[in-house]
């Protein structure tokens, strides 16, 4: 582990006689691949073989594999020959296929808890597929969730990803109207997704996206059923890097989603974007800063609104037409590199035309982290909302390997 250093800093090993505008690349090689193709790795270097090395180039290659998040080291060596140099890349790969068991507690002495499986490197190629189930327990809400998500990365012409899943999901909700509970009804959904992501530049720092998201909704009671047909287009940049041990730069993604005219029974939607930037402090300590905001778009009445990521508070308090939201986290190791603490203060307001009671809520995530893991072995969060209609709210992910 001590060895890792050095790649994580990507610090590269380049011998000072080595010209990168003269000599060119003869050879790409990999070392240490078990579940991941070699054909994968030299797609997603900048570096090709023909081609004047370059150390820029190089280190970009080692973000774009670092960034896939199926390596924990890389370590690249250059080789130099009278004509050319020869690249080495000794990997060391994440544990690909992780069992997420999920819990929540409610201070109401409710609880959800479920199963997730992740396999982030299907086949070998980066693809991934997400199988999930989730319930609540000991409450009379009864609500539970099945679901699929599935990403073919780079499927076509190396560019362009194909997305997909389906979700289905059976909750009970109250009917409110001007504040005042009318009745209540069961709500049962089944959503589709369908989409892609294109790279629009080798380095995947500028990406679209284009998606069709059909939702049917059967009410029990109370409300009619619905058929919306949501049409979506995002954009994302991409300048952070994954370290395996902290993330660095940031990241900007605005999102706008809109029922299809004619074949939908509501017009409705709404646009979300947030910023995102983690800066290194120290060795392996980072300071994240994250701003947001949502609005709903078209008509729907009183449904279909948006839901603040302010934690802390109730579901009713949380929701409205429209949200801002900033937060500022602390990462930082308290163990080596295998234990962090992460705590955090949001501050943020949902509303329905302009903004009125400002938000507050503080916590904490513990992260007990295991590099060789797709995802930290264990994580728990505690948040309080202080505001007057505050409450406590906890959730707790453990991972393993098998």
Same mark, same amino acid.
């Given at each position: 582990?001590?060895?890792?250093?050095?790649?994580?800093?990507?610090?590269?090993?380049?011998?000072?006689?080595?010209?990168?505008?003269?000599?060119?690349?003869?050879?790409v090689?990999?070392?240490?691949?078990?579940?991941?193709?070699?054909?994968?790795v030299?797609?997603?270097?900048?570096?090709?073989?023909?081609?004047?090395?370059?150390?820029?180039?190089?280190?970009?290659?080692?973000?774009?594999?670092? %960034?896939?998040?199926?390596?924990?080291?890389?370590k690249?060596?250059?080789?130099?020959?009278?004509?050319?140099?020869?690249?080495?890349?000794?990997?060391?790969e994440?544990?690909?296929?992780?069992?997420?068991?999920?819990?929540?507690?409610?201070?109401?002495?409710?609880?959800?808890?479920?199963m997730?499986?992740?396999?982030?490197?299907?086949?070998?190629?980066?693809?991934?597929?997400?199988?999930?189930?989730?319930?609540?327990?000991?409450?009379?809400?009864?609500?539970?969730?099945?679901?699929?998500?599935?990403?073919?990365?780079?499927?076509?012409?190396?560019?362009?990803?194909l997305?997909?899943?389906?979700?289905?999901?059976?909750?009970?909700?109250?009917?409110?109207? %001007?504040?005042?509970?009318?009745?209540?009804?069961?709500?049962?959904?089944?959503?589709?997704?369908?989409?892609?992501?294109v790279?629009?530049?080798?380095?995947?720092?500028?990406?679209?996206a284009?998606?069709?998201?059909?939702?049917?909704?059967?009410?029990?009671?109370?409300?009619?059923?619905?058929?919306?047909?949501?049409?979506?287009?995002?954009?994302?940049r %991409?300048?952070?890097t994954?370290?395996?041990?902290y993330?660095v730069?940031?990241?900007?993604?605005i999102?706008?989603?809109?029922?299809?005219?004619?074949?939908?029974?509501?017009?409705?939607g709404?646009?979300?974007?947030l910023?995102?930037?983690?800066?290194?402090?120290?060795?392996?300590e980072?300071?994240?800063?994250?701003?947001?905001?949502?609005?709903?778009?078209?008509?729907?009445?009183?449904?279909?609104?948006?839901?603040?990521?302010?934690?802390?508070?109730?579901?009713?308090?949380?929701?409205?037409?429209?949200?801002?939201?900033?937060?500022?986290?602390?990462r930082?190791?308290?163990v080596?590199?295998?234990?962090?603490?992460?705590?955090?203060?949001?501050?943020?307001?949902?509303?329905?035309?302009?903004?009125?009671?400002?938000?507050?809520?503080?916590?904490?995530?513990?992260?007990?982290?295991?590099?060789?893991?797709?995802?930290?072995?264990i994580?728990?969060?505690?948040?309080?909302?202080?505001?007057?209609?505050?409450?406590?709210?906890t959730?707790?992910?453990?991972?393993?390997?098998?």
């Amino acid at each position: 582990m001590r060895k890792q250093t050095a790649a994580l800093l990507l610090t590269f090993l380049v011998p000072t006689s080595v010209q990168s505008a003269e000599l060119p690349v003869l050879e790409v090689k990999v070392e240490g691949l078990r579940w991941t193709k070699k054909s994968f790795v030299l797609r997603e270097l900048l570096l090709k073989p023909g081609e004047p090395f370059s150390k820029k180039k190089l280190k970009e290659s080692v973000r774009n594999l670092l %960034n896939t998040h199926l390596f924990y080291r890389i370590k690249p060596l250059v080789i130099r020959k009278k004509n050319g140099v020869i690249v080495v890349l000794k990997v060391k790969e994440k544990f690909p296929i992780v069992p997420l068991p999920k819990f929540r507690f409610k201070t109401d002495g409710s609880y959800r808890a479920g199963m997730e499986v992740r396999d982030y490197n299907l086949f070998g190629m980066g693809h991934k597929l997400y199988l999930g189930y989730v319930k609540w327990f000991r409450t009379d809400n009864e609500s539970f969730s099945y679901y699929v998500y599935w990403n073919l990365y780079r499927i076509i012409k190396e560019r362009f990803n194909l997305y997909g899943g389906a979700t289905y999901s059976s909750d009970r909700e109250d009917y409110i109207v %001007n504040s005042e509970k009318k009745g209540e009804y069961r709500v049962k959904k089944r959503e589709f997704l369908l989409g892609t992501l294109v790279f629009l530049d080798r380095r995947k720092v500028n990406q679209i996206a284009f998606g069709l998201r059909p939702v049917f909704t059967n009410y029990s009671s109370i409300l009619g059923d619905k058929k919306i047909y949501y049409g979506e287009i995002s954009y994302t940049r %991409n300048l952070s890097t994954d370290m395996v041990y902290y993330q660095v730069g940031s990241q900007f993604n605005i999102t706008a989603s809109y029922s299809l005219p004619r074949v939908s029974d509501l017009t409705t939607g709404e646009v979300t974007a947030l910023y995102s930037n983690s800066v290194k402090y120290g060795k392996y300590e980072t300071r994240i800063y994250t701003g947001g905001f949502g609005t709903k778009i078209g008509y729907s009445g009183g449904g279909y609104q948006l839901q603040a990521p302010i934690p802390g508070y109730t579901t009713e308090i949380t929701t409205g037409k429209r949200y801002l939201f900033g937060s500022f986290s602390v990462r930082r190791p308290i163990v080596d590199r295998s234990i962090y603490l992460k705590p955090t203060l949001i501050a943020g307001d949902a509303f329905r035309w302009m903004p009125d009671d400002l938000l507050v809520s503080a916590g904490v995530e513990l992260i007990a982290f295991w590099a060789k893991l797709a995802d930290g072995m264990i994580r728990f969060k505690l948040f309080r909302g202080l505001g007057r209609e505050g409450e406590t709210e906890t959730s707790f992910r453990l991972t393993f390997r098998w």
